[in-house]
């Protein structure tokens, strides 16, 4: 058997190790344009802080060490196109034709352009070029002011960056408040009033519009017509699915259409990781969810799959665990839907937690402060969502009491859940 994966990120990487446990001698072709082994972009601020050596953006070593452990080719060669129907990667080199094909090409930052603002003055914060330029300028010590568009995961990352550099920063979005599709509004307002507290700048219903030099100084002009002094700016807006190699070859919608076993519309044609959608367990609607777990299981599931093996890959729900400016933000679930609000804790200091309940299930929950029992909510949202009556076993529910909740309240909340 003969294997491709064109992309080489976290979902290529676990791909090609279950590959290599189900199929000992087939040949594996990796197909990647960086030469780079498989980096966690989530991890590029914490190496443009300092707070990682170069290496701790690669969580699975380099390509040689790779290497060592699981047998595969790497070909440093941009694909062109992939010839879905007669299954055959084409790069400038050549043509080479596959028994199975994946597609793991990932996500990239996406950002309009912005009038006046130049090349050198951009910065996205996606790879670890991104990274590595965006340090680079932070060592010249000539940046003074910074904005920030895009209240996101990244954007709060890269604003903590800044503002512990000791440069003036501004964060704005369009949204009302910040991380839009994460925090509900109440959540969102404590976690703005304490950036702002710590001398962050704050701009929400506004974008920059375009850029003005005066004299020897920068600044953005905002939609709204103020002005603020910006020597860079930072572009956390989104990303897009990488799909350009398979345009036309395959069914795509935002990301590429694929199976429980991650197929596509193509047999023997595969995608996993943020260029393909994958099932929101909570809504029923497949969609993209960029998150690096997710990669991990979706690459898993395809492996199996081109191996002749019966992974399946169910779906996930949204969730975004993030660390930043002495605090922990938790979201899980879809913040548009209503129903019964609980919540437990003081928002102000310690453990604060916003549950929204309906028929039994937990639509969605905000959590500040106590990271620590993220997995136990995750996991049992995860359940209810696939529809099993679940309670808690005693040693998840100690941890519970010994991060901050109470019994009484762990036995309300499964008494509205399982009845």
Known sequence: ?????????????????????????????????????????????????????????????????????VEFTYRQETVLRVHAKDRIVETQQGKECYDRILIATGARAFAPPVKGLG???????RTVEDASRFQERLT???????????????????VEVLHQSGIETWLLDLAKNIFPLAAYPNVAKVIEDRIERQGVHLKFGVTIDHMEQEAEAQYAVLTDGSRVPADIVGLCIGTRAATET????????RGIVVNERMETSVPGIY????????????????????????????????????????ARFEGNILHNITHFMNMDFIGFGDNRLTGEVIEYGNPDHGLYIRLV?????????????????????????????????????DYQRAMLIKAGLTGPFIDMLEEKING
């Open 119 to 125: 090349p050198e003055d951009a910065f996205l914060m």
């Open 357 to 393: 309940v309906d028929d039994g299930k937990i639509l969605g929950a905000n959590i500040l402060d106590q990271y620590q029992i993220s997995g136990i909510v995750k996991n049992y949202m995860l359940r209810l969502f696939a529809g099993e009556i679940f309670v808690l076993p």
């Open 1 to 69: 058997m003969k294997y491709a994966i064109v992309g080489f990120g976290t979902a290529g990487y676990h791909a090609v190790k279950v590959i290599r446990e189900y199929d000992k001698t087939g040949h594996i072709d990796v197909y990647g344009n960086t030469g780079l082994a498989p980096y966690n972009p989530m991890l590029t601020t914490y190496y443009a802080f300092d707070k990682l050596d170069y290496n701790g953006m690669f969580p699975f070593g380099d390509l040689e060490t790779i290497r060592q452990k």
């Open 140 to 158: 010249k010590k000539n940046v003074k002011h910074a904005v920030v568009i895009g209240a996101s995961m990244v954007g709060i990352k890269v």
């Open 246 to 253: 398979v345009q036309g070859e395959v069914e795509i919608n």
């Open 271 to 310: 995608a996993a990781g943020d260029c393909c959608e994958g099932r929101n367990l909570e809504s029923g609607q497949n969609q993209i969810i960029g998150l690096w777990a997710n990669a991990n299981r979706q690459g898993t599931a395809a492996g199996a799959s081109m191996a002749g093996g019966s």
